[in-house]
């Protein structure tokens, strides 16, 4: 199938204060020319360190990532993904997915290397996802069989239950942050919104940071009020389902209003053929989780309990 642009999100949604919209960064194939963004000093820094960068992978929104090589292990030569990304306003953030991504460990979260600091940059290694991320994965093969379907959605709600049960939300939930490893197994990547949830605060599960990208933001989120992060990952959890079945996204919508009142009417619509070959159960799934009403949304329990993933 060909290239479905429709796959690609738009920009970061756009609070009042504009502060963390921008457009998503360039994505790269794997090149070793590709490498320029590298300076002399960052190279030197992770040579240091026994990493050889190979090529440049993607321009994150924040950071760059390369594909490189470790020769820290004496037994064989690993291969990695080395973010960097510079210290600045966004230190709140950076700290938080630091803290988080060296303390979390699942079969399908992507390992962590290592991560250091130097020069005012942080550089966090994790193992190499070979077959690169779902995004490009959906726009290459189109949309994808339901057993597969199920098979990666498991492994994905895996993950996030691991998350939630000890009160860490994601809060970025997206194709692109969803990579592959070389048994195509899921392995939830991108911990640059993800945050503890505390537990001691008056409202201890309200979240004020309205982030995400506009396509895999929950509804509640673009009202600007204090709210439930869980529920608003079930969302984003929603979207990649929808994503993964159709290769397109539920939602089109260039402002944050527009993308509200589709959510809020359902206007998402399954590919004819698509909900044809698709059993009732995997459709009810998407709908109880692209739900509008949070007490109504499923929760990560719910869905590891569902008919359609209990299926095998
Ligand atoms: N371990 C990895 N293996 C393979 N590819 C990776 C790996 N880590 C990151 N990538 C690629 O780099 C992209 C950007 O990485 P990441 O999401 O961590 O950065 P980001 O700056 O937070 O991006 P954004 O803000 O656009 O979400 C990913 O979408 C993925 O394509
Ligand atoms: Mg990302």
Redesign the pocket.
């Known amino acids: 199938m060909s290239l479905n642009p429709s796959l690609r999100t738009s920009s970061?949604i756009t609070t009042p204060e504009s502060h963390y919209s921008h457009s998503?960064?360039g994505?790269f194939s794997v090149s070793p020319s590709q490498d320029s963004h590298l300076s002399r000093e960052e190279r030197k820094c992770l040579e240091i360190q026994g990493l050889q960068v190979q090529s440049l992978?993607?321009l994150?929104?924040?950071?760059r990532?390369y594909?490189g090589i470790s020769s820290t292990s004496l037994a064989r030569r690993e291969s990695?993904?080395i973010?960097v990304?510079e210290i600045t306003e966004r230190s709140r953030f950076l700290r938080r997915e630091m803290n988080i991504i060296r303390t979390i460990q699942h079969p399908y979260i992507?390992p962590l290397h290592s991560i250091f600091v130097n020069e005012g940059k942080c550089y966090i290694v994790?193992?190499?996802?070979e077959q690169?991320?779902l995004?490009?994965y959906l726009m290459q093969h189109g949309v994808t069989q339901e057993e597969t379907a199920r098979t990666w959605f498991r492994q994905l709600a895996e993950a996030v239950l691991y998350l939630h049960s000890q009160d860490i939300v994601h809060r970025?939930v997206?194709c692109?942050?969803i990579?592959l490893n070389e048994k195509f197994e899921v392995?939830l990547?991108?911990f640059?919104f993800a945050r503890i949830v505390d537990g001691s605060r008056i409202n201890p599960y309200l979240s004020e940071t309205y982030c995400g990208s506009l396509s895999y933001v929950a509804p509640e989120i673009l009202k600007w009020k204090p709210y439930h992060p869980k529920p608003a990952d079930m969302w984003s959890l929603g979207v990649v389902l929808f994503a993964i079945f159709n290769a397109r996204l539920p939602f089109f919508a260039t402002t944050n209003w527009d993308m509200r009142r589709s959510q809020m009417r359902k206007t998402y619509k399954f590919r004819t053929r698509v909900k044809k070959n698709l059993s009732k159960s995997a459709i009810n799934l998407v709908s109880y989780l692209l739900e509008p009403a949070i007490e109504k949304r499923l929760t990560i329990e719910h869905v590891i309990r569902s008919k359609w993933l209990k299926y095998t």
């Open positions: 970061k998503r960064g994505r992978v993607a994150g929104g924040f950071s990532v594909r990695v993904a973010k990304t992507i994790t193992k190499l996802a690169g991320d995004l490009d970025d997206k692109e942050n990579l392995q990547a991108d640059g």
